[in-house]
């Protein structure tokens, strides 16, 4: 079946670093979503891309949906101790996401 | 704001009882689902509902059934309890298509 495979499952960094999450699916995707779920919390949706090669940005996060329609990526600069909490990619397929495992970021003390 | 709420954040049953856990969203959303999520194993889908009283089977169905009598209603149902189903359980709702999912605050469910 379907598969979105997302890594790494875990990074740890010191607050200020950068972080970055990869996506990939085995199918052509209609869209790419990102959703952050804090400690203790449910998904919260962040951005949908659609188109192939489209770069979105808010603020600190930098989304990236490849040529392909195949992959995407996150990427914070300079994390801060808000931005902890797991990131999960969703790739659109007819009525239903195909969600990767996600990447938990972890700012180490 | 779009809210979906659910009936319990926590729930303490045995092996062998009937669990129902409820979901109500208040957008007018078409699609409803049922998500368990598991430590590293990400969201995974155990039934959706594109329409009232129509249902699919996601990626785990086994030993549990749901029930859309409302538009704004979507329950899911384990007949019976088994450990194995400890779990936190996630309701989202989402107008029709691939769109963005909008959660419940989730159901950590033990089963003793």
């Known amino acids: 079946g379907q598969q979105v495979m997302q890594i790494p499952q875990y990074q740890h960094v010191q607050e200020g670093e950068d972080f970055t999450t990869y996506c990939n699916s085995s199918t052509t995707l209609s869209n790419i979503q990102w959703y952050k779920q804090r400690p203790g919390g449910h998904p919260v949706f962040l951005i949908q891309?659609?188109?192939s090669g489209e770069v979105k940005k808010q603020k600190r996060l930098t989304f990236q949906f490849g040529e392909t329609k195949k992959n995407s990526s996150l990427h914070i600069t300079a994390t801060q101790t808000t931005d902890v909490g797991t990131y999960f990619c969703?790739?659109?397929?007819?009525?239903?996401?195909?969600w990767g495992a996600g990447t938990k970021l972890i700012i180490k003390p | 704001d779009v809210k979906v709420t659910q009936s319990s954040r926590y729930l303490v049953k045995r092996t062998g009882e009937k669990v129902f856990l409820e979901c109500v969203q208040d957008m007018d959303h078409e699609n409803m689902f049922w998500y368990r999520q598991d430590p590293g194993l990400g969201l995974r889908l155990i039934y959706f509902?594109?329409?009232?009283?129509?249902?699919e089977k996601g990626d785990i169905p086994e030993g549990y059934s749901v029930s859309r009598e409302k538009k704004e209603r979507f329950s899911l149902i384990l007949e019976s309890a088994s450990t194995n189903q400890t779990s936190m359980y996630l309701c989202a709702s989402c107008r029709q298509g691939a769109h963005e999912q909008f959660f419940g605050p989730g159901t950590r469910l033990t089963v003793l």
């Open positions: 509902s594109y329409d009232v009283k129509m249902k």
């Open positions: 969703a790739g659109g397929s007819g009525y239903q996401l195909i």
């Open positions: 891309l659609v188109k």
